[in-house]
């Protein structure tokens, strides 16, 4: 626990200095309940400009009850919004604060816990994501949801121009079992040995040990790490 709680810090204090708009949720330890509810997802008030100029086929980003699967692939051009896990930080532009990160999308049907945010384990493939700031502040494997315009693609990678960006670190996020046909990049499953055991992937009340077993180490990801393969 304290290693998150000193991670989250380093998190508020280097995300003061952001260029790009971006709110984080606080990481708490979480106290176990007797009931558990879904909620539709609540925009934070920096955030509601962002989702409003989403187009009425953006807000799902991906739903296992839906007719045809979600692609982030061939948007270019589009305003979207897309939810994943951060898995590595490009070095700045030289002479800049310009980052581009490594994301693996999650699909997002729309609903979550309402303790606790939550989104499907499946996705839809890898994307990039540019923002002015600090690579500090976007520690690996955090959740992120960025808003922004998709202004290129390569090798089936799109990349977003981020306007806006939400940040969960760790203890503020979970993964559902339920969601659609998994088409994430091979390159991360390796790091789930929670989905190796065939247990559920879903959890509640989420620890340190629970990320580790899901996302992998965060020493393994990050800044500088190479490729999308």
Not at 46 to 51: A, G, I, R, S
């Amino acid at each position: 626990m304290r290693a998150t709680v000193l991670l989250f810090i380093s998190v508020i204090c280097a995300a003061a200095f952001a260029q790009t708009p971006m709110d984080i949720q606080p990481a708490k330890q979480l106290t176990r309940g007797n009931t558990l509810g879904t909620c539709s997802y609540s925009p934070t008030e920096k955030e509601q400009p962002f989702l409003k100029k989403l187009a009425s086929d953006e807000y799902v980003t991906g739903s296992g009850f839906a007719d045809k699967p979600y692609r982030i692939q061939k948007k270019k051009g589009k305003y979207v919004s897309w939810f994943g896990i951060v898995r590595g930080i490009s070095s700045p532009e030289p002479g800049g604060s310009k980052y581009s990160l490594l994301v693996e999308q999650k699909s997002f049907d729309g609903m979550t816990d309402c303790h606790i945010m939550l989104v499907a384990a499946t996705g839809a493939g890898d994307f990039r994501a540019t923002f002015e700031g600090d690579a500090q502040s976007i520690p690996a494997l955090v959740l992120v949801r960025v808003y922004g315009r998709v202004i290129a693609e390569e090798d089936g990678i799109p990349m977003v121009a981020v306007e806006y960006m939400r940040v969960w670190p760790w203890l503020s996020f979970t993964f559902s079992d339920l969601g659609p046909e998994d088409r994430s990049n091979p390159r991360w499953a390796k790091f789930c040995t929670l989905c190796k055991s065939k247990d559920r992937i879903y959890n509640p009340y989420p620890t340190e040990a629970y990320y580790l077993a899901v996302l992998g180490d965060p020493k393994d990801f990050g800044l500088n790490l190479q490729g999308t393969k």
